[in-house]
């Protein structure tokens, strides 16, 4: 029974740190007016987001355009015709769906 216990409490410790350390991913997006677009990315706990897949889809979802986040944490693109919308994928949980309408200058 007290193994038990230990193993319950250690999960339980396990578990509150892992929420602890937890991030929430960041993602910001600007017209630049000159027919680009500027995205900035990161995460809420301070880290990078260095090579965070970004993609550009149509109101179709098809995509017109995929990259990365650079070391600086930026995405630079030429604004698409018509409806479009940014991606922030950083993987499961973490990605940041931005509508090209939300993108002023």
């Known amino acids: 029974m007290r193994k ?20 929430t991913p960041l993602c910001s997006c600007f017209d630049n007016g000159d027919g680009t677009v500027l995205c900035e990315g990161g995460f809420s706990d301070g880290s990078s987001a260095a090579g ?24 630079e693109f030429d604004k698409p015709e018509g409806d479009y ?10 990605v940041i769906e931005i509508p090209g309408s939300k993108i002023v200058e």
């Open 52 to 75: 965070v897949k970004m993609y550009v889809k149509d109101s179709s979802g098809n995509v017109l355009l995929e990259g990365q986040m650079s070391e600086n944490s930026d995405f």
């Open 4 to 23: 038990l216990i230990t193993l319950t409490l250690l999960a339980g410790f396990v578990f509150a740190a892992s929420v602890a350390f937890a991030h």
């Open 85 to 94: 919308t940014v991606y922030f994928d950083a993987g499961e949980g973490h």
